[in-house]
């Protein structure tokens, strides 16, 4: 009988160097300079009431794309959705550019199976439980990752679902051209708007890529704050946590216990106050007859999780080690066969 592969390469294949350095460039470095170079422009010149319009649209796009499409969608089939509301969500969630989605939903379930614990591809307790150790995790788990790793996940192994599916197939090989639409498309707005080849390319700049490097940062707070702060009022195996200003910004994605818990269902926020944007979506289309079979969560279950979890909110310093999922408490969790 084979040996059975360790955590750490299980269901991955190796990455070029070139490829690594392309992840380097497109989703550390570039995001960098224009967050560096936003600030610099907003001293200099101020940003104008046209590009802050265009931007925010752009934002709200890329957050939902990735929440409700990438995310709830496609990577945990929290519900079901007519064929053009599942295309128009996965091509917002690659306007994002955080990948195509089949390697990004590969990665995610990648995550989900081995949370804080070998194997996964970004957890901030990477290197240990002190302090040193726990920066180094969390510059690690919110983009050291996309360099470091010497293996990703394998799209084969992780989502044959999605590579069975031809408009999926379709947007992957599309993805170049997504990348570009992300920049063409807030800057044709702003060049319409002022009828100049000026309001083109500041929409390009604020709409394209400051927009999509603040994305990037939000999104990846969820690998690195939501997994070390924030209460964890759900017992899970992780130290996945409920982090509010994170939720506020992904629109619901930090509430992350929860998610941890109870990985398919669509509403992450469940507790009472805590806002869920992408649950209100996603409830819009339902209640339009676009998105049906929603997993909304189930009281009885949400008590029983409730009931065995901490009860309590631990921030970093005092956090509790990963517990053991309680005996005949029902979990249910697809990506953890
Ligand atoms: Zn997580
Ligand atoms: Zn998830």
């Known amino acids: 009988m084979p040996a059975r592969p360790e955590p750490e390469t299980a269901g ?3 990455i070029s160097s070139g490829r690594r350095t392309a992840y380097l460039v497109v989703l550390v470095v570039l995001p960098l300079l224009a967050l560096a170079a936003a600030v610099g422009a907003a001293w200099g010149w101020g940003i104008g009431p046209r590009d802050v319009v265009i931007a925010g649209v752009m934002y709200v796009i890329s957050i939902f794309g990735i929440s409700v499409g990438y995310h709830r969608l496609l990577t945990h089939r929290s519900f ?12 917002a ?6 990948g195509p989605v089949t390697l990004w939903a590969a990665e995610h379930r990648r995550h989900h199976k081995y949370a804080d614990r070998p194997g996964d591809p970004h957890s901030p307790w990477a290197y240990g439980e002190d302090w040193p150790a726990l920066l180094r995790g969390l510059a690690h788990a919110h983009v050291g990752w996309f360099y470091t ?3 990703r996940s394998s799209r084969r192994h992780w989502v044959p679902d999605l590579l069975a599916d031809p408009d999926i197939r379709r947007l992957d090989a599309a993805y170049p051209a997504i990348m570009a639409l992300s ?13 100049s080849w000026a309001g083109f390319w500041t929409a390009m700049f604020w709409g394209g890529l400051v927009r999509y490097a603040v994305v990037h940062h939000v999104t990846w707070s969820v690998n690195s704050i939501a997994h070390t702060f924030g ?3 759900f017992g899970t195996r992780d130290r996945s946590g409920n982090v509010r200003w994170v939720a506020m910004l992904t629109f ?8 941890h818990a109870e990985p398919t269902c669509a509403r992450h926020g469940v507790l009472k106050g805590q806002l869920d944007a992408s649950a ?9 007859g676009w998105a049906y079979e929603v997993h909304w969560p189930d009281s009885r279950r949400l008590a029983a999780r409730l009931a065995a979890g901490l009860g309590a909110g631990p921030d970093a310093g005092q956090v509790p080690p990963p517990r053991s999922v309680p005996q005949g408490v029902p979990r249910r969790a697809p990506d953890d066969a």
Do not use: D, Y
Not at 183 to 195: C, D, I, N, R
């Open 252 to 259: 619901g994605e930090g509430w992350h216990n929860w998610h």
């Open 12 to 14: 991955t294949v190796a």
């Open 93 to 98: 969630g690659g306007l994002a550019l955080q």
């Open 149 to 151: 790793a010497r293996r």
């Open 80 to 91: 079901k959705c007519r064929r053009p509301l599942r295309v128009g969500l996965a091509l």
């Open 183 to 195: 920049f063409l498309l807030p800057a044709t707005a702003g060049g319409l708007w002022s009828m």
């Open 231 to 233: 209460n964890r009022e």
């Open 280 to 288: 209100g979506l996603i409830r819009c289309f339902e209640r339009a």
